[in-house]
């Protein structure tokens, strides 16, 4: 609370007549004013709602014991995307057959188009793509894939784990050798 200080300044005179007024001191309380202030802050932070975690909403298959109750597609609705070290994308349609000669290169641009062209080309029921990264393949690599499937729309999509077959296969094909490159 404001407060006024009505004693005497104990003015002196400074010559004969001179009469000096009183000098009044004030003094404001601010305790009052740091309450408010932290009730108006705990408040705030009662009442404020803390950002939500954003992530990607995924349809996963109910597991099943019997391999013949898995979900299955057909080979000619079927491209498989293998992710390699220093974003090299590879790509084979249907199985990878045992000289690799089905197995193509793309650049990160490329496998959109590939993708688009594979789901025109496919039935919507058979269509379906399996993402393979290798563990040399970043996590942005993954990602940047995931991002694909939901800017083509592809509705059935999966994350697998590369075999070492087709993780030999690209390890040959970022060295230069083995399979050929482009699309």
């Known amino acids: 609370m404001a407060e006024m200080d009505t004693s005497s300044g104990g003015g002196h005179k400074k010559g004969p007549g001179v009469k000096k007024g009183k000098k009044l ?6 305790t009052p004013m740091v309450d408010l202030g932290f009730l108006l802050i705990t408040f705030f932070i009662f009442t404020t709602t803390m950002s939500q975690a954003t992530a990607m909403k995924l349809n996963l298959p109910k597991d099943t014991d019997k391999p013949e109750e898995q979900t299955k597609a057909k080979e000619s ?6 992710l390699g070290r220093d974003n090299h994308i590879f790509y084979y349609e249907g199985i990878l057959d045992a000289t690799a000669s089905n197995l193509k290169s793309a650049n990160s641009k490329e496998i959109r188009d590939v993708i688009a062209d594979k ?3 496919t039935d919507e029921k058979d269509f379906v793509v399996v993402i393979k990264p290798t563990d040399e393949s970043s996590y942005k690599n993954v990602t940047d894939m995931l991002d694909e499937m939901l800017i083509n729309v592809v509705k059935r999509y999966a994350l697998v784990e590369i075999s070492p077959v087709e993780e030999q296969v690209v390890k040959l094909s970022e060295g230069g050798a083995a399979a050929p490159a482009g699309k």
């Open 25 to 30: 001191s004030t003094r404001v309380d601010l």
């Open 77 to 82: 609705g079927a491209l498989t995307i293998l």
């Open 119 to 121: 789901k025109h080309r």
